[in-house]
């Protein structure tokens, strides 16, 4: 019994220890705290904020938290936010993925261990028709400057 015992505390230590473990829990229980705790959203731009709180696994040598964790906890509020307005369920239907194509992050102050934060989103710019045709535009030149037609890719 002890034998099992400690084999089970070295897999979990092992598990969280090396496979960064807290990072494969927090993801499924944000998207059920959002399916299941939370309201739906039917607007996709309506601003969301996401609350979590810092844990060792985040920490860094100086004992605040690493400047890494700070996108995979906007990552964690991303999938709550596409579970919130039914768009994670959209593309499970699908058999699509949500993909992350760039992010940048304004690190405004440090975070201590257990200290609570929110991430919200930035601002949306005023004039968002503009700001989408301008990313579509984008994405057309470089399909087409990598030889990609509008076609779907064979998967």
Not at 13 to 40: I, M, N, S
Not at 51 to 74: K, T, W
Not at 114 to 127: I, K, N, R, S
Request: aromatic share 8%; net charge neutral; with cysteine.
């Amino acid at each position: 019994m002890l034998a099992l015992l400690l084999a089970s505390l070295s897999l979990a230590l092992a598990f969280f220890a090396l496979l960064d473990g807290w990072y494969l829990v927090r993801v499924p229980c944000a998207v059920l705290r959002a399916r299941l705790l939370q309201p739906r959203v039917r607007d996709l731009l309506a601003e969301q904020r996401y609350a979590g709180r810092v844990l060792p696994s985040d920490l860094d040598l100086l004992l605040h938290m690493n400047n890494a964790r700070y996108l995979r906890e906007a990552d964690v509020a991303r999938a709550a936010h596409l579970t919130r307005c039914g768009v994670l369920g959209a593309l499970r239907e699908l058999g699509a993925h949500a993909v992350l194509a760039a992010s940048c992050a304004r690190y405004r102050r440090e975070l201590r261990l257990f200290e609570a934060f929110e991430v919200e989103p930035p601002e949306l710019p005023e004039d968002i028709k503009h700001w989408i045709t301008y990313n579509e535009t984008s994405s057309q030149l470089l399909r087409a400057e990598s030889g990609l037609s509008d076609a779907r890719k064979d998967q």
